[in-house]
């Protein structure tokens, strides 16, 4: 099979997980929906229902230690984020070694089957992130717009892949996850760092924070 077509800014490395780390994070996050939050999500006209679990640093200033940087807009029942699992805390240093990029949060997504898909949309961050793959196999888009039409590249999500969307992809395209009928669960786990413009203590807006580090 011929590898697919990647938008500029994007790569995709097949089996970047080795079967000893998919064995032990399935062991810890397994593809049952029981283990994640549903949370709610309403985007323009649109409820959604996620199923979902934040990790990752923590706040050290009062009130907000548990309080995730990067969340969504409309967002009900939304878990406290929690601090890193061993086995995730692994794979972020293994991203740092490999990449460069020291990641802040992993936002794990996931997905019954293959009926949920995710609808073309930019990032509130518009970073560079990293998607590891574990489960059935889904084809993520990318897109000029969010039209269909103006669809630009379709690459699947094997078990155990690591995608890497640049900062230039994120502000060029729109991404979501296609509708695929006769497909198993699946879940993301996606690493993002902290964007330049936000407190490394409290994770508030630099022109927001009132902590030691912002004034």
């Known amino acids: 099979m011929n590898p697919?077509?990647?938008p500029e800014g994007v790569t995709l490395v097949p089996q970047w997980l080795s079967e000893a780390e998919e064995k032990d994070l399935l062991a810890t996050y397994?593809?049952?929906a029981a283990a994640y939050a549903e949370v709610k999500i309403a985007s323009y006209d649109v409820v959604m229902l996620r199923r979902k679990v934040w990790e990752g640093d923590l706040s050290t200033v009062q009130g907000r230690r548990a309080q995730p940087y990067y969340?969504?807009?409309g967002v009900e029942g939304m878990p406290p984020q929690r601090p890193w699992s061993p086995v995730l805390l692994r794979l972020r240093d293994r991203i740092h070694a490999e990449?460069?990029?020291y990641c802040h949060q992993a936002i794990l997504t996931f997905y019954k089957d293959g009926?949920?898909?995710i609808g073309f949309h930019q990032d509130k961050h518009r970073d560079i992130f990293f998607d590891v793959s574990l489960g059935a196999t889904r084809t993520i888009l990318f897109s000029t717009t969010q039209a269909q039409r103006d669809k630009v590249a379709a690459v699947p999500l094997e078990a155990r892949s690591l995608l890497t969307v640049?900062?230039?992809a994120n502000d060029r395209f729109y991404h979501g996850?296609?509708?695929e009928a006769?497909?198993?669960p699946r879940l993301s786990i996606v690493f993002r760092p902290l964007p330049q413009w936000a407190c490394s203590t409290c994770f508030d807006l630099l022109t927001q924070c009132r902590c030691a580090h912002g004034g």
């Open 99 to 101: 990449c460069g990029v």
């Open 177 to 179: 996850i296609a509708k």
């Open 182 to 184: 006769r497909r198993g």
């Open 166 to 168: 640049s900062k230039r």
């Open 71 to 73: 969340w969504f807009p």
């Open 4 to 6: 697919p077509s990647l």
């Open 30 to 32: 397994p593809l049952e």
């Open 115 to 117: 009926n949920v898909p």
